[in-house]
């Protein structure tokens, strides 16, 4: 894992410091709100319904247990006790206060994270796979361009007031778990037709009120060329992406009216200009940073699973959990481990200060000490030694983090909502309670298999509804709740949007709805089928007959 | 409002002529690039030095062959959040190599001080009641970057090459 090096620290405390001299002029009015909004807004400080919120980054979403105990006494003494994780490997904060920040800034530098450019017009957390180094089927661990790719970015002098905010993502494996597609880059590291790795980049993807999936701009890219294309790709943004209408600003927008062909000749003529020159990643640099990422020293153990047949055997909860939570290691004898942040009754991505501090100390013992976030809300161990997962999971149980449902119905994406964010129409977390109360037997669960539900409160889809295979979106119908259905839609290798099931639902009417669709699709799947297979292969109209009947079917809102 | 220029407070040698304005008979004047393709050769025929004023959507590209007649580009920021002029600047000292002064004017927020300076300005009209103070608080924000923009300062990574430590 990256450590800081004095660089680095020096950087982050002249930053902090920047930041207490700004509110400082903000409290005594020399800055107005406007101007100070932008500044804050690049520290990753928001104002929301009731106060300020704190986005604070998780860098390709890989923590140490340091690092967790440092969220969990932030939590403590600047919040309310918790924090809550979101889709793009960030921890919030929801309730801090404006003249608290520098000093919680000022803890979260001395363990090396930051708020920097967690918001604002600028270049986001760079977002990875979660289990990046530790899976077999990847070609090259993707963090190192991940950790190339923040340094390059923060603070950068030329790309730091872009027309919108602008988010970058990479996998270094074939299977997405990064939803590179929806993103304003996805890269993608592939191998050409000689066998050399590179990167398949792709450009203009993203949520929001105008979902797109990513186009690609180049099928392959040499890893030394990764600073200048990017930098190709900002500049023409930079300079031709539109800011006269902010729901018109991302690089999706420029690209579609331009054509992917035309942006792709514009970033080629730039390309091909500053290549030779850019820039100043030397070779030593990222020979050391490769050498943060070097495979911990995992110890020679056997493989453990017969035994752990024996134990899944006499044990069911923990035979389930094994089969949903667990991840094979390409290591033998080890294991990764999810942790979900979905039992029922509980707000997706929220964690208490308490089991934030807990983690940690499993981390510590099971895992080297190190975890992940990944992009459905949930944490990752990623080095627990297989003959350890029995203890483990008797020690995450009491902590609702052992919940068996990883990729399935009740692991649903939510975003804040109404109960926190000044811009949704409709809380999202009284709805995914409500689902999870339709859908507690475990049993049916499993037999469903992979489905995800993401849920939004509004429009600005930060609850990924397009991507969902049941995607929910909170609409406001004269001050009343109402919640839009889409279908098919999925974040992964081959994504694709949701497609819109009919009119908008009251949201007691949603979990029937849900359970509607779930009866239909276990009707018509063919063998092991997953749902958005059934969902492609058959389409719409059987589901929309389930949740409108018959008669309903050509009425859309 | 003040001037700055080498980290110190300097007089103005330059008039801003606007469009509706005649040009001095004498001395170095700012022009809008309208004014520049109208008068062009007037101008050319006076032996003072000219600068251009830059609109955030006007590309220096327009002016790239005339650069060698010119002392000074002003990239006018309408409003600190348009970021467009910190590209210009990058384009005008790399791809067009030009050596005069870059002249940040409009909405500058010193705050960015940092970023216009590392993208090629050199000069920056400051709206302040102390400019030369606001100017020295915002220069002494930071000490490192990461990145290399050809303003010859080096970045962390080239120091870290170099066996340099902070």
Known sequence: ?557 | MGLIKEGKLVNDPFKNVSDCETVPAKGPVIVSIDQWMVRRDDLLKRSDLIGIWLKSDEHPETIAGDLAYLSLVALEFPSFRDGRAYSYARLLRDKYVFSGEIRAVGDVLLDQLHFMARSGFDAFEVESEDPLDAYNIAAADYSVWYQQTGDGRLSAAELRGKGIRR
């Not at chain 1, 932030?74 to 000093?103: C, S």
């Open chain 1, 1 to 557: 894992m990256y450590r800081y090096d004095e660089f680095d620290h020096k950087l982050v405390q002249e930053r902090v410091q920047q930041f207490r001299h700004q509110v400082k002029r903000r409290l005594s009015g020399e800055l107005t709100e406007d101007q100070f909004k932008p500044l804050r807004l690049m520290n990753g400080l928001y104002l929301q319904l009731h106060a300020y919120m704190l986005r604070v980054n998780v860098p390709y979403g890989a923590m140490t247990s340091r690092q967790m105990r440092k969220f969990a006494h932030v939590a403590r003494t600047y919040d309310r006790g918790f924090g809550h994780f979101t889709t793009r490997q960030n921890i919030q904060y929801n309730w801090v206060k404006l003249e608290e920040t520098p000093n919680l800034l000022a803890e979260l530098a001395e363990v090396e994270v930051t708020g920097i450019q967690s918001s604002g017009n600028c270049v986001r957390n760079i977002t990875s796979d979660h289990y990046a180094g530790r899976i077999k089927d990847e070609l090259a661990d993707p963090r190192v361009y991940c950790e190339l790719l923040r340094q390059y970015t923060v603070l950068h002098p030329e790309f730091s007031f872009l027309p919108r905010k602008f988010k970058i993502a990479v996998t270094g494996s074939p299977k997405d778990r990064a939803a590179v597609a929806l993103h304003d880059i996805g890269l993608r590291m592939h191998l050409n037709d000689s066998g050399k790795l590179g990167f398949e980049v792709l450009v203009g993807g993203g949520q929001g009120r105008t979902p797109v999936i990513a186009k690609t701009i180049r099928e392959w890219l040499s890893p030394e060329h990764l600073m200048a294309y990017v930098e190709a790709i900002l500049r023409v943004y930079n300079l031709n992406g539109r800011r006269d209408n902010i729901h018109k600003a991302r690089i999706k927008i420029i690209v579609n009216q331009l054509g992917i062909d035309r942006y792709r000749e514009l970033v080629d003529q730039e390309f091909d200009r500053i290549k030779g020159d850019v820039k100043g990643i030397p070779e030593a640099e990222i020979q050391r940073i490769k050498a943060y990422f070097a495979p911990p020293e995992y110890e020679e153990l056997p493989d453990f699973t017969d035994k752990l047949s024996t134990l899944r055997l006499a044990d069911k909860a923990f035979d389930l959990w094994m089969s949903s939570n667990v991840a094979e290691h390409k290591i033998r004898g080890y294991a990764i481990v999810n942790l979900t942040l979905k039992a029922p009754d509980r707000v997706p991505g929220d964690i208490t200060a308490t089991a934030m501090d807990a983690v940690a100390d499993l981390a510590d013992e099971y895992s080297l000490g190190e975890m992940r976030v990944n992009h459905r809300q949930n944490l990752v161990f990623v080095d627990v030694k297989q003959m350890d997962l029995h203890n483990l999971w008797q020690k995450l149980g009491p902590l609702e983090l052992a919940t068996p449902n990883l990729g399935q119905l009740t692991d649903m994406i939510t975003c804040p909502g109404l109960d926190y964010c000044n811009l949704a129409n409709a809380r999202s977390i009284p709805v995914a309670q409500d689902i999870n109360k339709h859908f507690v037997d475990v049993d049916r669960l499993i037999a469903i298999g992979d489905f995800t539900v993401n849920i939004s409160g509004c429009m600005n889809a930060c609850g990924h509804h397009h991507v969902g295979n049941v995607g929910i979106l909170g609409v406001d119908k004269h001050g009343t709740e109402f919640f839009q259905l889409t279908l098919g839609g999925s974040s992964d290798e081959g994504a694709s949007l949701g497609d819109r099931l009919g009119r908008a639902l009251p949201q007691e009417e949603v979990p029937a709805a849900i359970e509607a669709i779930v009866d239909t699709y276990m009707d018509i799947r063919e063998d092991d089928e997953r749902f958005l297979d059934t969902y492609r292969r058959i389409g719409m109209v059987p589901f929309k007959e389930a949740v409108y009947g018959s008669a309903d079917t050509k009425v859309v809102v």
